[in-house]
């Protein structure tokens, strides 16, 4: 009997010792870095720009980047690598894509009506959303991380974000807001490798314009 009762036990270690072994499936460790994100990114913005939209930190954002950047089933371990062989970033990767609609859907299930063309209103509604998250390489300083991801976003709202939009006769002037999270995650399977995850959310809050003919 206690023969057995030693093999018992012997199994039940080797299982537990199985179920703490270290898998890509598993989460991506963080990289300890203090943030100046916002500042960076104010500083990054063109001066056109600097008056029209406000940059803040957000602890909501904050919350859902750390929860999709450590998921390797959205950043993987090669996802990690190839971002951090290059000096930009590559917007067309299938990590970018895979991590900014995971940032939608958080978007989406707080109930934020999201919308990529800001030219209009969306459905009588008098605010939209919409956002991206970028894997930038590791190698960069988080000021150039920043600086990267604030020129693609950009790039997108010198054609997108309007001073006014009008809906049927009436004019609604339109307010800004630039929400920016970042952190810095490797995976256990690497070696000296690491990327830069950069959260953007544009959000556009409409109020109807006072003594303006339509």
Known sequence: ASLMLAGIMAVSMLAGCKSGTTTDDEKNPVVPVASNAVEYAKNAL???MKDNVNVVASTELDGWVKNIATDSSKL????????????????????DKTMSAALIK??????????????????GTFSQSYGWMYAVSGKMDEK???EAAVKFVEDWAKTNCEETVKSGSDIYNCDYTA????LKVTNDSLTNESAWTVAIVITQKLAKAANVEA
Not at 80 to 91: E, F, G, P, T
Not at 106 to 123: A, I, R, Y
């Open 144 to 146: 150039s991380a920043v």
């Open 179 to 182: 929400e920016i999270s970042t």
């Open 46 to 48: 063109s001066a056109d």
């Open 76 to 95: 993987s371990a090669d996802n990690i690598k190839v971002a951090n062989s290059k000096y930009a970033i590559d917007y067309n990767t299938g990590a």
């Open 106 to 123: 958080k978007l989406q299930e707080k109930g934020v009506v999201v919308s990529n063309d800001f030219d209009t209103m969306p459905n």
